[in-house]
């Protein structure tokens, strides 16, 4: 469950978010996931099966959080677009993002303020069905 590749072009699925229906892929902020940074909301993903079958998903949701402890896996977190700073349990935070089912997340580390791991980057997507070909990014 705590395993994330350090192949510089991969993405690894993460397991523990599959048994709550979301499909959920990690990657190190200085490998795969720094592309992570560069999506924006609207922009459909297509998620490519070894067997060929593709499926496709647009961007609804950009969440940032700050991790209190950052380099603990069981840190607080305090969403940086909540302007009265609440702070979220790990618990609460899996939760919130990864207990919906249907739909894709990618995640990484945000640094900051020298830290690799200050806190956490969730790009948030939905099924899109018949995929809008005229829409591809």
Not at 39 to 49: M, P, R, T
């Amino acid at each position: 469950p705590g395993f994330v590749s350090s192949d510089p072009d991969s993405v690894t699925q993460f397991w523990l978010a599959s048994q709550h229906g979301s499909l959920a892929f990690l990657a190190h902020n200085n490998l795969a996931g720094q592309k992570f940074f560069n999506l924006k909301s609207g922009q459909i993903l297509s998620l490519v099966y070894g067997n060929g079958k593709v499926d496709y998903y647009r961007i609804v949701d950009i969440r940032e959080y700050r991790a209190l402890s950052p380099n603990s896996p069981y840190s607080n977190f305090v969403d940086l677009d909540d302007p009265q700073g609440d702070v979220i349990s790990v618990t609460d935070l899996f939760y919130n993002i990864y207990a919906k089912a249907g739909r894709l997340i990618l995640q990484t580390c945000i640094e900051a303020e020298g830290q690799p791991s200050w806190g956490r980057l969730f790009i948030i997507a939905v099924p899109v069905a018949p995929f809008p070909h005229n829409e591809l990014m």
